[in-house]
């Protein structure tokens, strides 16, 4: 079985300081894998990394998608290759609507992969189905992206992005900050529909409360840009009561 | 150093019984006055000098351009005006060629009681009291482009709404050129809109051949009269190689309206200045602009307008949108006059920075002679959104497609605040056309107004 994403040794940076210093992880289709760890330890380099965010720089090592080799792409071809990033902070465009950027993301995918465009009608069909599992109200469908949107919408609205998009692998950015316990159900009930044995997701977050609603079968801890500790679920669990300090002993600190 | 002046001064004096002859004597007699100011001011505006931080008016009249002092006619490609036709707008055409006016049949079949559109020429045989009355009164050799143009001046466009005539449709007046050899146009427009009439006029330029070089040198003269409405649209979608010189006069007295949006869309070098005043209490001026250039095209827009009465509203938006080398310049200046209370203004310039090149000059400015006044004045500059632009591509979107999603983002609202809906509705389709693809492309290419 070829894994959905394989890292290996990747070390990448922002402004010249090294903060992914060697990151090995596979992941298999079906999995879902939790990423957590004390704040600077590095999960959002991780996240931006893979989707090409141009404020990091890669200096080393690989990832490869599904057979693709991520790193050398630019962020478009990495989401066509089945990527997507849910962001921690999802960005306001102004004068954008949510239905001509999605069309334009949908299409734009669609070109990738040799189809046609959608149809009008077939577009907002689509869209009318995607916006029933995270409940995203038909009005802010037709406002622009994120503008005004509440907390909870904006994720909400990235998790609505990601049933369009149809990615193999999610990773999801501290998708729970922010977002209050009604929201926090219907986004992690969103991302449990899209669970299917064929796709994966990573999920990124500081606290247990979120793996609650999104089971994960692998739990790693990120320490100083390198995994330091992988476990199954109990680990988070373990986190929970106990704090990171026993893995800053661990490692020797 | 080089006085591209001279060559018109020349050209005036020695053919100056030519150029009055075929001219109506009303236009004749402002000759003399404007080649006295010329000679006067001497040379026209370089760049660096106050108000021309990019474009030089010198440059832009230094080739030799064929002037057409004798009238003779030339042929009009009325066909062409349906290039630029909008679809579903319903308006009264008249082409203009060069600078001579030609009416089209449904113009002259259409038009209500108390509106009239005719040549200047025509104008000032049939209403020689209203022509003298109002023609240079604003321009009145203000500066040394205007003077040139009123020295040159043999025939314009006049428009008149009658005291309480009022027409929904627009007068749209297509500029073309055409001549296969360089040409130089002088156009003038004087539009009286009397006591309680309305008025909306649609000027759109464009050259049909892309290989020559134009020059336009435009004059336009508006009076709105007491409680009067008038609505000015201006589309340039020409060529590269055709440069204009514009100037806007409008005064307003009390209770008048003037609403205007300049599009710049595809063209050469683009000077515009506009001169409003609110003359009575109560009137009104919102201008807006929406500046898309490429290339290494100049774009400067100047704004002069002066709050001299009480209860008096003004609204400036102007917005450009600079790719490649382009280089834009905005001079605003709103004058609130002492006695002008319950003055209420607001200007703002917002840029855009596409190309890596682009270069910005704003320079907005308030006199505030009067207390009980509210202004404000606002000037932003930047570069495209980086987390938009990240956030769009992480969703599957191109680049290129992202940044031209962005770009229209950017500019709709000038767009979208045009009060002829079938006009709003083009000019959002011309936007998306003209960012489509290639930014750079030509009007040629940019099948606009195809």
């Given amino acids: 079985m070829q894994p959905i994403l394989k890292v290996e040794n990747l070390r990448a940076g922002i402004e010249g300081k090294e903060i992914l210093k060697g990151i090995n992880l596979t992941v298999n289709p079906g999995e879902v894998h939790a990423i957590m760890g004390p704040n600077g330890s590095g999960k959002s380099t991780f996240s931006g990394v893979l989707a090409g965010d141009p404020r990091f720089t890669v200096l080393g090592g690989s990832a490869v998608l599904d057979g693709t080799q991520l790193l050398d792409l630019p962020p478009e071809t990495r989401s066509h290759a089945g990527l997507f990033l849910s962001f921690q902070y999802p960005v306001e465009i102004p004068g954008v609507t949510m239905v001509n950027f999605m069309r334009a993301a949908v299409n734009a995918k669609r070109k990738y992969l040799n189809e046609d465009p959608l149809s009008a009608a077939e577009f907002l069909k689509l869209m009318r189905q995607k916006r029933a599992i995270v409940e995203l109200d038909n009005k802010l469908a037709s406002r622009s992206v994120n503008e005004g949107f509440s907390g909870g919408e904006k994720k909400r609205n990235e998790i609505f992005q990601m049933a369009m998009l149809e990615p193999k692998l999610s990773i999801l950015d501290e998708t729970d900050s922010g977002l209050d316990i009604d929201a926090l159900r219907i986004v992690a009930g969103g991302v449990n529909k899209l669970r299917t044995d064929r796709n994966a997701t990573i999920v990124i977050t500081h606290y247990q409360r979120l793996l609650d609603y999104i089971r994960p079968d692998f739990v790693h801890i990120l320490y100083k840009g390198r995994i330091v500790y992988s476990g199954g679920p109990e680990l988070a669990l373990e986190l929970e009561e106990k704090g990171y300090d026993w893995i800053k002993e661990q490692v020797g600190e | ?450």
Avoid: W
């Avoid at chain 2, 040409?183 to 006591?195: G, K, N, P, S, T």
């Avoid at chain 2, 203004?345 to 890596?356: D, I, K």
């Avoid at chain 2, 079938?422 to 750079?440: I, N």
């Fill in chain 2, 1 to 450: 150093m080089e006085n591209s002046l001279n060559q018109y001064l020349e050209l005036i004096q020695g053919n100056l019984a030519t150029i009055d002859a075929n001219a109506p004597e009303a236009l004749d007699a402002l000759r003399p006055e404007a080649v006295e100011a010329l000679r006067r001011f001497g040379r026209l505006p370089r760049r660096g000098d106050e108000g021309f931080p990019n474009a030089s008016p010198e440059e832009m009249f230094a080739p030799d351009y064929g002037l057409n002092i004798t009238r003779r006619p030339i042929p009009a490609d009325v066909a062409a005006s349906f290039r630029c036709d909008v679809p579903n707008i319903s308006t009264l055409t008249a082409i203009v060629v060069g600078d001579s006016f030609h009416p089209t049949a449904t113009l002259l079949k259409n038009l209500p009681e108390g509106i009239e559109v005719m040549s200047l020429a025509r104008a000032a045989k049939e209403h020689p009291t209203l022509v003298s009355q109002y023609l240079n009164k604003l321009a009145a050799n203000s500066s040394a482009p205007v003077a040139l143009n009123t020295a040159l001046l043999q025939d314009g466009v006049f428009i008149r709404a009658a005291r309480g005539a009022r027409l929904d449709k627009a007068i749209q007046i297509v500029n073309i050129f055409n001549t296969p050899v360089a040409m130089m146009a002088v156009r003038r427009v004087l539009i009286v809109a009397e006591e309680d009439s309305a008025l909306r006029v649609l000027l759109c330029d464009h050259s049909q051949r892309a290989d020559v070089d134009y020059l336009s040198s435009q004059v336009v003269e508006i009076f709105a009269g007491k409680d009067a409405s008038v609505e000015l649209y201006d589309i340039e979608e020409s060529s590269a190689r055709t440069r204009r010189l514009s100037s806007v006069f409008v005064r307003q007295d009390s209770g008048a309206s003037f609403f205007s949006t300049g599009c710049a869309l595809c063209g050469g070098d683009s000077i515009a200045s506009s001169r409003i005043d609110l003359e009575g209490a109560g009137a009104s001026a919102s201008l807006g602009a929406l500046v898309i250039a490429s290339g290494s095209r100049h774009i400067d827009n100047s704004v002069l307008l002066t709050h001299a009465a009480p209860h008096c509203t003004s609204r400036q938006l102007f917005k450009y949108a600079l790719f490649d080398d382009s280089r834009g310049a905005f001079g605003g200046k709103v004058v609130v006059r002492p006695g002008a209370v319950r003055t209420d203004a607001a200007q703002t310039n917002r840029n855009l920075l596409v190309g890596e090149h682009s270069t910005m000059h704003s320079d907005p400015q308030l006199e505030i002679y009067c207390d009980d006044v509210k202004a404000s004045h606002g000037a932003t500059t930047g570069q495209l959104d980086a987390r938009a632009l990240f956030y769009m591509r992480s969703r599957g979107i191109p680049e290129d497609e992202a940044r031209r999603m962005l770009v229209q983002a950017f500019m709709m609202d000038v767009a979208d605040s045009i009060r002829l809906d079938a006009l709003r509705d083009r000019m959002r389709l011309l936007v998306e056309k003209r960012l489509g693809g290639d930014a750079s492309a030509s009007c040629a290419d940019c099948a606009a107004c195809k």
